[in-house]
């Protein structure tokens, strides 16, 4: 059988393997020299990077940041050591990094597209008001039916799995969902440490300012396809990556939609081009002959 790859770019990161630095030293690449980058992009001084850095873990500006970075980072280890993809997708925030390793984005223009879709969101006032949330072991009708009956505002605004979803809305609504949630018999529903309603409804508004930001980056095609997580279309030309660029951050997305299209591919290898193992821990729940590999 060929084997077909396909690199994955994490959002956020929840837990560390806490071997990534040493990972990156060891094939020769200074994680402090792209942190220094991002620093000087955004004329700030950035603090020096630590596993257990609150800054990095509860500031969301700095937490993209550092998923973006390490994303980067990890894609070039990638390709130092000759790893050719057949497809790419970045999961939510992902895409930033996704778009670097296409060699679509300059890893400053990644910084300043997470910086002005921050600014933006930010004015929705988000700190405390609004939340996302994951619930794993409902189906989306389970969920859909809690807020429909007790007229939250949330919504689902992804899907991991057949059940497993995230939620994003109001934050005291997106708490009433997740108690109702364990309530109803989810094996889990947890409040995620994010203050945007990212993928929501509440960022509609923001599309028109977002492309306009998006008209000034210079955005190359991409070296391999790109899985779009919005509507699963293949997305390499500047000008679908302009508008995948806007859907992916406010427009709801399908993780588990995507990995379906990649294993339809025919890929059966995938690289998680990141810090942590959020995706290939979330992958065991989807069904296919595959295989996550880390250098």
């Not at 109702?180 to 409040?191: S, T």
């Amino acid at each position: 059988m060929t084997n077909k790859s396909a690199l994955l770019f994490p959002a956020f990161i929840t837990d560390y393997t806490r071997k990534e630095i040493d990972t990156l030293t060891s094939n020769g690449i200074d994680f402090t020299d792209y942190v220094r980058v991002a620093s000087d992009k955004l004329g700030i001084r950035l603090p020096d990077f630590s596993y257990d850095s609150e800054e990095y873990r509860n500031d969301e500006l700095l937490a993209q940041v550092i998923a973006y970075l390490f994303g980067c980072a990890f894609s070039d280890l990638l390709k130092n050591n000759a790893v050719k993809p057949n497809f790419g997708a970045g999961y939510s925030m992902g895409i930033y990094a996704n778009l670097y390793a296409a060699e679509s984005i300059s890893l400053e223009d990644g910084i300043l597209i997470i910086y002005r879709a921050f600014e933006l969101v930010n004015e929705l006032a988000c700190n405390g008001k609004y939340g996302m949330g994951a619930i794993i072991g409902l189906g989306v009708d389970d969920i859909n039916d809690i807020i429909n009956k007790s007229n939250i505002n949330a919504e689902v605004i992804n899907t991991n799995s057949e059940f497993s979803y995230v939620i994003s809305g109001k934050k005291a609504d997106v708490v009433r969902t997740l108690d109702e949630a364990k309530n109803e018999g989810a094996l889990n529903a947890i409040p995620l440490n994010v203050n945007t309603p990212y993928h929501s409804s509440y960022l509609g508004g923001f599309a028109n300012r977002f492309a306009k930001f998006i008209e000034f980056i210079d955005i190359k095609k991409s070296q391999y396809p790109i899985i779009s997580t919005y509507n699963q279309r293949i997305v390499d030309s500047p000008s679908e990556i302009r508008k995948e660029l806007v859907y992916n951050l406010t427009e709801k997305i399908n993780w588990y939609k995507t990995m379906q299209v990649l294993l339809n591919n025919g890929v059966n290898e995938f690289y998680e081009s990141g810090a942590g193992k959020d995706l290939s821990k979330g992958a065991r729940f989807i069904n296919g002959e595959f295989k996550f590999i880390r250098l």
